[in-house]
């Protein structure tokens, strides 16, 4: 390949390429920072949301997801807070749909809490959303309602239900919580196995302040893993899509695993993501404070010139990669945003 058609796509603009080498071709977007949920890790209690009037408008929202598309983004996950809870989400769904038809888009796909999930997985699938990640750490109601604070596991389970009868494959996400889930990770993934699902963990991450301490609720996926492989024939699988995520299969489920460890495992040279918030700033990397805001530009003009210009300076100073650490002397996050603004 030719350096020009390396960076250059069909339509003449340039891919975006950061100073490291990689091609950014995933963006991740935050469509609202409110949740109908307040899972203990991820939100405090009282959380205050941003105004709505600083929130990007729903048209807004797909101008600026359609200029990274129109610079190589192929892969676009919605995410927030819950994306299904912004008001009239799935118009935003319905439109972006159109780059899937075109062949821009190579996927369109949503992180979801599955609260909603009942009423709107029909119309995500009809959009062209062929999987979509579910985010659920445990399978007992009581737990569930401690860890979320007040959530219903039987809204959830209604939506994995509906999502897969509407024909959508359904992923699991559990965040590793110590003392909490570790002992049921092996009847979640057996349950998630036995449904055709595949199932990831997550470590948590340090992120935001949730008047809570992280060091409490760190459990190393290593030690998980190494429990998990005692009982069951894990073997690696290397399909590798740049992402954090290392699979496994579980040989006597038959089922796939995944490992999402930002604390104990390196995974920022393949990486190709880029995030927005509902505000459209765009972050480069989530383990770093970093910022661009992206309104400005988007607002100035109704021509994408300053908004792809915004765009190149950002990608200019992506980091090369992250170092989250749980202070455990200070006890405080070391990255100050919560997870719902920047879209896990
Ligand atoms: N509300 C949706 C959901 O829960 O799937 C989407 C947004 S949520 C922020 C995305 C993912 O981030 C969820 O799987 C959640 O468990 C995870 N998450 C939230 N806070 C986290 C933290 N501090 N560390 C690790 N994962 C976290
Ligand atoms: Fe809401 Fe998702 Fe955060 Fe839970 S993890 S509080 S569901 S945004």
């Not at 038809?101 to 959303?129: H, I, M, P, Y």
């Not at 569930?144 to 999502?163: N, S, Y």
């Not at 998990?228 to 992402?243: I, N, R, V």
């Not at 992206?294 to 090369?320: E, H, M, Q, T, V």
Request: charged share 25%; proline share 4%.
């Amino acid at each position: 390949m030719t350096e020009t058609s390396a960076t250059l796509l069909p339509s003449g603009l340039q891919r975006m390429i950061d100073p490291f080498g990689r091609t950014i071709s995933y963006l991740r977007v935050s469509v609202t920072d409110r949740c109908d949920l307040r899972c203990f890790y991820c939100m405090s209690e009282d959380m205050t949301f941003l105004p709505k009037a600083d929130l990007l408008t729903l048209e807004e929202l797909d101008r600026l997801c359609s200029a990274f598309i129109a610079r190589g983004v192929r892969k676009l996950r919605l995410t927030g807070g819950e994306p299904l809870v912004r008001r009239n989400v799935m118009s935003l769904v319905r439109s972006l749909s159109r780059h899937l038809e075109t062949g821009a888009l190579n996927e369109l796909t949503l992180t979801t809490n599955g609260s909603q999930l009942a009423r709107f997985a029909a119309e995500l699938k009809d959009c062209g959303v062929r999987r979509i990640n579910v985010s659920l750490d445990t399978l007992d109601p009581t737990k569930f309602r401690e860890i979320t604070r007040w959530g219903d596991l039987q809204k959830v389970m209604a939506g994995i239900d509906a999502a897969q009868a509407a024909g959508l494959a359904v992923k699991i996400n559990a965040v590793a919580l110590k003392n909490l889930n570790e002992d049921e990770i092996p009847s979640l993934m057996e349950w998630a196995h036995g449904r055709g699902m595949a199932l990831t963990l997550i470590e948590v991450m340090p992120m935001g302040d949730i008047g809570l301490g992280r060091a409490d609720q760190y459990l190393p996926l290593s030690l998980l893993r190494a429990r998990l492989a005692s009982q069951y024939t894990l073997t690696d699988l290397d399909d590798d899509t740049g992402g954090p995520a290392r699979y496994v299969r579980v040989s006597e489920t038959g089922g796939k695993l995944g490992f999402i460890t930002p604390m104990t495992h390196n995974f920022c040279e393949s990486c190709n993501r880029v995030r927005i918030t509902c505000t459209g700033t765009l972050h480069t990397c989530l383990g770093h404070e970093d910022a661009s805001d992206l309104r400005k530009p988007l607002r100035a003009s109704p021509n994408d010139d300053l908004l792809y210009a915004a765009i190149d300076r950002a990608i200019g100073l992506k980091p090369k990669g992250h170092d989250f650490i749980i202070d455990r002397r200070h006890n405080r996050p070391s990255v100050n945003r919560h997870m719902s603004v920047t879209g896990g």
